[in-house]
Nanobody
Framework: QVQLVESGGGLVQPGGSLRLSCAAS????????MGWYRQAPGKERELVAA???????NYADSVKGRFTISRDNAKNTVYLQMNNLKPEDTAVYYC??????????????WGQGTQVTVSS
């Protein structure tokens, strides 16, 4: 059984910073792409940032220059450093990962979500 566990969300003032973490655990053989999505109330879930196993990254235009995605392959963990946060960044943030386990060739797994609220 594979699971993703997120941490690091919370309440922050505009202009502040937060760092989200997402650790994968279980019978993992390999992890390919990892990423972060977010969903604000009344809106569709959208891609925030993604990173390949080789370290190539991709960002939504709205977060370029403010957010940085990284990963620690030894720890099966992906991070999202969020700086200069804005009220419009308020959302539930979900991590995902394309994982091959010892019983399943490859599938996408999702974390449970962590709330990020940017407000004064």
């Amino acid at each position: 059984q594979v699971q993703l566990v997120e941490s690091g969300g919370g309440l922050v003032q505009p202009g502040g910073s937060l760092r989200l973490s997402c650790a994968a655990s279980g019978s993992i053989f390999s992890i390919n792409a990892m990423g972060w999505y977010r969903q604000a109330p009344g809106k569709e879930r959208e891609l925030v940032a993604a990173i390949t196993s080789g370290g190539s990254t991709n960002y939504a235009d709205s977060v370029k220059g403010r957010f940085t995605i990284s990963r620690d392959n030894a720890k099966n963990t992906v991070y999202l450093q969020m700086n200069n946060l804005k009220p419009e960044d308020t959302a539930v943030y979900y991590c995902n990962a394309d994982i091959a386990s010892f019983t399943v060739l490859s599938r996408r797994y999702w974390g449970q979500g962590t709330q990020v609220t940017v407000s004064s």
